[in-house]
């Protein structure tokens, strides 16, 4: 199996979950969106500026083209935006075309990658895609995880945020027994408390700040 990036393995769960449907939570998508912008960061595609502004690093070319309206969208701005006016203008509402493109994206890349398959069902509204992962390739990422956690050693890095995200979702518990969730509860801890970690204090950062910024956002419509 081609190897996935911690995004797209994400969405696998999702998909699955979901009976192949996009983005049915809030949550899910505020992650999907954290998990590309931390993608882009690590990749060094996008870097922080003053105020945690995100401006343009290198060029993104042919790499990580599932998240090419996400770079597009970050590095087009006229005023640079942060991590969390980033997250309002994909989840306000204001702008479904932007979030589905995104999402069609990363489900087109597992397609690619031979992680699920594409298929066109009837609706009240016409005809819909829906993207159903393969069992076998979602297999193969559980047992990742489960390899992961039973080791003796801190978590990786790539386990550790996909757990991360999984627990968040509350996912952990439809893959995995009550004990392997609390273990992975316990080593998420200490992987959080690990300075050395920044990836994952990157993406849990990323998410809290999506969250906060769309929650103020949706109060404010309320009055």
Same mark, same amino acid.
């Given at each position: 199996m081609e190897a996935l990036s911690v995004t797209q393995e994400y969405l696998m769960f999702a998909l699955e979950k979901n009976k192949g449907k996009l983005g049915s939570s809030e949550q899910e998508l505020l992650f999907m969106v954290a998990g590309g912008i931390i993608e882009l960061l690590s990749g060094g595609y996008i870097v922080h500026a003053e105020k945690g502004k995100l401006v343009q690093g290198k060029a993104l070319e042919n790499d990580l083209p599932y998240l090419k309206s996400l770079y597009t969208l970050i590095t087009s701005?006229?005023?640079?935006?942060?991590?969390?006016?980033?997250?309002?203008?994909?989840?306000? +509402? !204001?702008?479904?075309?932007?979030?589905?493109? /995104?999402?069609?994206?990363?489900? #087109?890349?597992?397609?690619? %990658?031979?992680?699920?398959?594409?298929?066109?069902?009837? +609706? !009240?509204?016409?005809?819909?895609?829906?993207? /159903?992962?393969?069992?076998?390739? #979602?297999?193969?990422?559980? %047992?990742?995880?489960?390899?992961?956690?039973?080791k003796n050693e801190p978590l990786s890095t790539d386990v550790a945020c996909l757990a991360l995200m999984l627990e968040k979702s509350d996912f952990l518990g439809r893959y995995f027994s009550k004990y392997e969730n609390k273990r992975f509860k316990t080593q998420l801890k200490e992987a959080h408390s690990n300075e050395s970690n920044e990836l994952l204090k990157e993406v849990l950062d990323a998410y809290e700040s999506l969250y906060i910024s769309v929650f103020v956002t949706a109060t404010m419509g309320t009055h």
């Open positions: 701005q006229k005023k640079p935006k942060d991590v969390g006016e980033i997250g309002i203008r994909y989840l306000s +509402g !204001l702008t479904d075309k932007i979030l589905i493109e /995104l999402m069609q994206s990363i489900c #087109l890349s597992l397609v690619e %990658a031979g992680c699920a398959e594409e298929v066109t069902v009837a +609706g !009240l509204f016409g005809e819909k895609k829906r993207y /159903l992962v393969s069992p076998c390739a #979602l297999d193969v990422i559980i %047992a990742k995880l489960r390899e992961g956690l039973l």
